[in-house]
């Protein structure tokens, strides 16, 4: 079975400063990865995705992550954070039949 | 990319009343199709999900149900609202086993 693991349910950081974010994830075999983000009263939005090849990827909104198979991570980050960053962010695991498991969500808070 | 539509945007309805909510999705053909449930302050709780025409697959017994009657169209209902069916609805399309893009949701208060 997947499973996903987002560790902090609350984020806050200052406008400017850099951002990480944590999912580590269970699964037996190479898994396809996804980051979402969530505004407040509005459906997921794709961040990026990883299904195979450069471990590091590029999503939108300056956003990237890494896949890092020895430690079953792929956590999100960003260099420097916007105030219209403040979200809920969500991790994601696919195994083989696309029925993909989120974590439990990950909500950052921007100070000015 | 896909386009997925919900309705409505929100809804408030007696404890004991029927539900139906529908979500309709544009840009592709034969996707598979989502129900999720988000609870406040939680994450998603997949409800069903189907590959086809009539095909519905449930993760999780309760009173809700949900139909395909077309490639494109997926809609949820209840024949009698619980309380604990408060929450935010999101229908969710995929295809081919890639990422999954989401309707704006349906805010669902049950009094």
């Known amino acids: 079975a997947q499973s996903v693991t987002q560790p902090d349910i609350h984020i806050t950081v200052s406008e400017g400063a850099s951002l990480e974010l944590r999912c580590n994830y269970s699964?037996?075999?190479?898994?396809?990865l996804f980051w979402y983000v969530q505004s407040p009263g509005q459906g997921l939005q794709l961040l990026l995705k990883?299904?195979?090849?450069?471990?590091l990827v590029q999503g939108i909104k300056g956003f990237e992550a890494e896949f890092k198979r020895s430690q079953s991570s792929f956590n999100l980050r960003k260099p420097s954070v916007h105030w219209s960053d403040a979200a809920e962010y969500f991790c994601a695991v696919a195994g083989g039949s696309y029925i993909p498991t989120f974590g439990r969500g990950t909500s950052l808070i921007v100070h000015p | 990319s896909q386009t997925i539509h919900q309705w409505p945007a929100t809804l408030v309805q007696p404890v004991g009343s029927p539900l139906s909510l529908e979500c309709t999705v544009e840009?592709?053909?034969?996707?598979?199709l989502y129900w999720y449930r988000q609870a406040a302050g939680r994450g998603l709780q997949l409800l069903f999900y189907?590959?086809?025409?009539?095909?519905i697959s449930s993760e999780v017994p309760q009173n809700l149900s949900a139909s395909r009657p077309q490639d494109r169209q997926f809609i949820l209902s209840s024949k009698k609202l619980l309380l604990s069916d408060s929450g935010f609805y999101l229908c969710a399309s995929s295809t081919g086993g890639n990422e999954q893009f989401f309707g704006p949701g349906t805010r669902l208060t049950v009094l």
């Open positions: 840009g592709t053909s034969n996707p598979n």
């Open positions: 990883y299904f195979s090849g450069d471990t």
């Open positions: 699964y037996g075999a190479t898994p396809y």
């Open positions: 189907s590959v086809g025409i009539g095909q």
